[in-house]
Each structure stands twice: as C-alpha cells, then as structure tokens.
C-alpha cells in the first residue's frame, strides 16, 4: 500500500509538471503571437472567381503545436481557448486586405464569452477601413450550440454590425439541423464528410439536396468544403451549388504580412 500511494504521488506530479509546461508553452504562443495565418479560397464553381477566404491557423513551426488540432485542443485543456482564438482575430484583420469577405473560425464556446463583443469592438476600433460586412464568423462545433444560452444575444449583436455567421461542418458532428435552426446562419458550410465521392453516392447526393433545400428556406448561402475532384465539383455544378472550397481549386497558403504604405 505504501507503495502504491508513492507511486500515486509520483505519477500526479509528472502530470502536473506536464500540464504546467503546456500552460507556459501556450501562453507563451499568444504573448508572443507566435502564429501563422494561411488562407484558402472559396471560389464560385462557374467562372472559378475568388468570392472570399478562409483563415486558417498553424502554430510555431516544428513544435508539437504547429498542427492547429493540438494547437486548439491544448488551448481548450488550458483555459486559453479565449485569448488564442482573439489573436487569431486580431492577426486575420491586420493582414486583411481588399474587398473579399474573410471566414475566421471561432468556437460557440468563445463567440458567447461575456467579454467577447467589447474585445471585439476594441479590436475593430484599429481597422476602421475594414467594411465589417466583409467579415464572416465561422462556427466551428466541438460540442451543441444549444448549450451557450449567450450565443442567440451575441449573434445578434454581431448582426446589428453587419458581420454574418456560417455554420462549419454541416452533416458531420454536432453541426445538426437543430444547429441550423438555432443559428439561422447566413452561410452553411457542407462538410468534406458528406461531398468525399459523392459523385458515386445517391444517398450522399439526396442529403446534399435536401440541405441545399434547407438553406433555401433558411435564405442561407450554400458552400461545399472539401472538393478534390472534378466529379465531385461536377456534383456541384448540376445541383446549384455555387460556392465551393477544396484542394482541387488551391491548397491554403501562407497569408504575408502587409507592408506599410
């Protein structure tokens, strides 16, 4: 028994000393803002126009925290999902330049933060040449909306400055059609689960058809994430779908600093 409970008290302190390490690595991420920001476009299927950009956020570079999955995930065990995911905004907006619309990728868990509106405007108050209606929010689900009853009042709020809100990963996870219907979001993002070979796949093509529907009645844009082929855009095209995203169109790229003047 002696034993067993000095081991018990070893192995607690190795995990403490790990979880500590963690909360100084992160920390120092965002003190620091040592991130990179990359950009995808979303492009329209007919005339292969750039309509907008999604943002997309890569740690420091050959660190365990490069990958964004560990980066955000080691964010949300250290309570510091908040101040990365405010950086994330703020670097997106210094870098944003010219009239397209940029997605940046916000969790429920932060857009209904009690502080979040104000942080926001305070942010803004450094870009007054950004049109906010070039902003888009994009929700990005790891758990139910439903359960942040801030988020409605946010998202309103957030309306009443012109920025919209897009619903990420539709068919996949979380992202239901309660999600739909709680959100009302102005742009609904299809999940690369749903479009991956549905060139060969009816049911994938009818679920597709019926969220095209949905949007429709929801008076939402439709956009197709994940598109690697030409019959998967083909699928597209002869749907309606006019909004597409994907490798078979550009692969994300580092976005570069603007230089002054």
Not at 10 to 28: D, F, L, P, S, T
Not at 58 to 74: A, N
Not at 87 to 110: C, H
Not at 157 to 186: E, H
Request: no cysteine; hydrophobic share 40%.
């Amino acid at each position: 028994m002696n034993a067993y409970q000095k081991a018990l008290v070893i192995a607690k302190k190795g995990v403490g000393a790990k979880y500590n390490q963690m909360v100084h690595e992160i920390r120092g991420i965002i003190q620091k803002e040592n991130i990179s920001l990359y950009s995808q476009p979303i492009v329209n299927v007919h005339q292969l126009d750039v309509m907008a950009w999604e943002v997309l956020t890569r740690g420091p570079e050959h660190t365990v925290y490069e990958h964004p999955l560990h980066l955000f995930s080691m964010a949300r065990q250290t309570n510091m999902l908040y101040p990365l995911e405010l950086l994330v905004i703020k670097k997106a907006l210094q870098k944003m330049r010219g009239q397209d619309a940029i997605f940046i990728n916000v969790t429920p868990q932060t857009i209904a933060h009690k502080h979040f509106i104000n942080d926001l405007d305070e942010i803004l108050q450094n870009h007054v040449y950004i049109n906010p209606a070039q902003i888009v929010f994009e929700i990005t689900e790891s758990e139910s909306v439903e359960r942040y009853s801030h988020l409605s009042k946010t998202i309103e709020d957030l309306r009443k400055r012109k920025i919209r809100i897009a619903l990420d990963d539709t068919g996949a996870g979380y992202a239901s059609l309660n999600s739909i219907s709680f959100l009302r979001p102005d742009i609904i993002k299809v999940d690369r689960s749903l479009i991956e070979n549905i060139n060969g796949n009816k049911l994938k093509e009818s679920m597709l058809q019926g969220l095209i529907h949905i949007a429709r009645e929801a008076n939402a844009q439709i956009v197709a994430e994940g598109i690697e082929t030409v019959e998967e855009a083909l699928v597209m095209k002869r749907n309606g779908v006019h909004l597409v995203q994907g490798f078979f169109y550009a692969r994300p790229r580092l976005i570069p600093t603007p230089t002054a003047g």
